[in-house]
């Protein structure tokens, strides 16, 4: 079993639910915000979910990539000159391009190392640019929490909360991110 079975089976469904308005306005939200109107790049994006409810003058390119090709299947009727939606391993994928802001929206602790996959995605931003971490509350969770405040800066933070748990969206700046040495 893999993504692509758990979302044919329904698995990801609930992504839709009422009781997951407030969490996905509130990561839409801080990427209007924070996007400066330029490139996004969401990382995880599934069937396109969170990119359908931002506004679209708030960016000038949206790419999603996903590892279920089911997800990216479903998101295709999203893509016009500005979006566009790409099967890729976020644990391979290399973009063409800098970005204004990079979004992983509950897909970093999917990872097999979420803070050496941050840094390197940290080196595709634009000098200004900023991530946003939506991350589930568990306690595994608030221990990469724990380690990444103690590796960068956070610019801004907000707290979501229904009757399935409680949700950090947290948004770094480029600038508070030590990069590593590309050789």
Same mark, same amino acid.
């Given at each position: 079993?893999?993504?692509?079975?758990?979302?044919?089976?329904?698995?990801?469904?609930?992504?839709?639910?009422?009781?997951?308005?407030?969490?996905?306005?509130?990561?839409?939200?801080?990427?209007? %915000? #924070?996007?400066?109107?330029?490139? $996004?790049?969401?990382?995880?994006?599934?069937? /396109?979910? +969170?990119? *359908?409810?931002?506004?679209?003058?708030?960016?000038?390119?949206?790419?999603?990539?996903?590892?279920?090709?089911?997800?990216?299947?479903?998101?295709?009727?999203?893509?016009?000159?500005?979006?566009?939606?790409?099967?890729?391993?976020?644990?391979?994928?290399?973009?063409?391009?800098?970005?204004?802001?990079?979004?992983?929206?509950?897909? %970093? #602790?999917?990872?097999?190392?979420? $803070?050496?996959?941050?840094?390197?995605?940290? /080196?595709? +931003?634009? *000098?200004?640019?900023?991530?946003?971490?939506?991350?589930?509350?568990?306690?595994?969770?608030?221990?990469?929490?724990?380690?990444?405040?103690?590796?960068?800066?956070?610019?801004?933070?907000?707290?979501?909360?229904?009757?399935?748990?409680?949700?950090?969206?947290?948004?770094?700046?480029?600038?508070?991110?030590?990069?590593?040495?590309?050789?």
């Amino acid at each position: 079993m893999g993504w692509d079975a758990d979302y044919t089976r329904g698995i990801w469904d609930y992504l839709r639910d009422n009781l997951e308005v407030e969490r996905f306005q509130t990561v839409a939200e801080k990427a209007e %915000l #924070y996007s400066n109107d330029g490139a $996004i790049l969401e990382v995880g994006c599934g069937e /396109g979910i +969170l990119q *359908s409810r931002m506004r679209r003058p708030s960016y000038t390119k949206y790419l999603g990539i996903d590892i279920s090709k089911v997800a990216i299947t479903r998101a295709a009727h999203l893509c016009n000159e500005f979006i566009n939606y790409s099967y890729a391993d976020m644990e391979r994928f290399e973009p063409q391009q800098k970005f204004d802001l990079i979004i992983f929206n509950e897909s %970093l #602790y999917y990872a097999k190392d979420p $803070i050496s996959l941050l840094l390197n995605y940290a /080196g595709y +931003l634009e *000098s200004d640019g900023h991530i946003i971490l939506s991350i589930y509350e568990t306690e595994e969770n608030r221990k990469l929490m724990n380690s990444i405040h103690k590796t960068y800066a956070l610019k801004d933070q907000q707290i979501s909360t229904n009757t399935r748990g409680t949700w950090h969206c947290l948004i770094y700046q480029r600038q508070s991110i030590i990069l590593p040495a590309k050789s």
